[in-house]
């Protein structure tokens, strides 16, 4: 079998987008937004003759999770934490809060929405996408009577039912998800195999709405079934072609027959829960057409993992995963592979 673990970080270390500790550019446009509202929110809860709650920021999504790959169109997506010191009985409406915030915004720039799960600020160059902030904004935890902190849903004009606080808690998911493997090691292989779905989805799927699978299932798939691999588990070298081939093969055998309402039949879905509260399927939003057409391409994804394991010639290998995994993936040059490699030595065991 060909040996393309040099490939995988390469493509690894090529993709990866740090913490915005890492990467001044992202702190920057970060902070930029902190700025914004802490001069203007004052101003819109006084035109409303009603008090600024303390609030403060916390870094969540893949940039605090550092699973985060840089995007292809240079669109980067940027996660921030609102969280106001305010119970939900006293913002029974989840949007109103969210208004302040989408006014305090609005006008920063030429594009800013009230989304359903967060207020974003759309930044772009002469029609081109340069990044976008989304702001989540919360009920901190200490203000509510159960000790919970709750995430505002909701758009302008929505009716009633479809304006809520949902019980959430970003660090509380991030430190579940990481506790599940303490080696530093088997962490990393677990954080590159996240950035490998990641930008497979990107050059996969059409970007936009819920026909692609969103980051935090991928991440969750990844929790819930990744096994870390090796060829050598005494010198600690990981196998990360082996690590990604089980790990879809076990997630297409995850898929569930379903009753669809809108199909009138049963179909297949993957059901991805949150391992906090509120457990929810992250993939809830998928229709049925989609879920058949990320299980083709997953199907797919497996066949070029299964070939490039199989596969003697590291090339060739190379030249399968990039089309999945796209031009990123490096390819080395006929002479780099003219030697016989000898089959690698593969163990499962885990790391202390």
Known sequence: MANVQMQFEQFNDTIRLGRFEENATLREKRDIIRRKLKANLPVVFKKY??????????????????????????????????????????????????????????????????????????YSCNDEPLYHVDVAVYSESSMNTDGKSYHAKGKQHSLPENRYWEVSNPQQLSDTIFDKFPGAEDRKQFRRVIRYWKRWKVVNFTAGGASAPNGIGLTLLTYYHFQPRYTDAFANKHNDLR??????????????????????????????????????DVFDRMTARQMRTLKDKMTVLKDALVYAEGVADTRAACERLQMVFGKDFPVPEKQETASVHPPAITSSGNSA
Not at 97 to 118: I, M, P, Q, Y
Not at 264 to 278: G, S, T
């Open 243 to 280: 690590a990604m081939r089980e790990l879809v093969e076990v997630v297409l055998a995850s898929f569930q027959l379903v009753y669809d309402e809108d199909e009138k039949a049963y179909v297949e879905r993957l059901i991805v829960k949150l391992p906090i509260e509120p457990w929810n």
């Open 49 to 122: 003759n009603e008090i600024c709650p303390e609030y403060y920021f916390l870094d969540q999504g893949s940039y605090e999770m550092d699973t985060g790959t840089k995007p292809l169109d240079g669109d980067y997506d940027i996660d921030q934490g609102l969280y106001f010191l305010v119970s939900i009985t006293e913002w029974p409406d989840p949007v109103k809060l969210k208004e302040r915030v989408f006014e305090a915004l609005d006008g920063h720039t030429n594009r800013v929405e009230l989304r359903r799960s967060c207020v974003t600020v759309f």
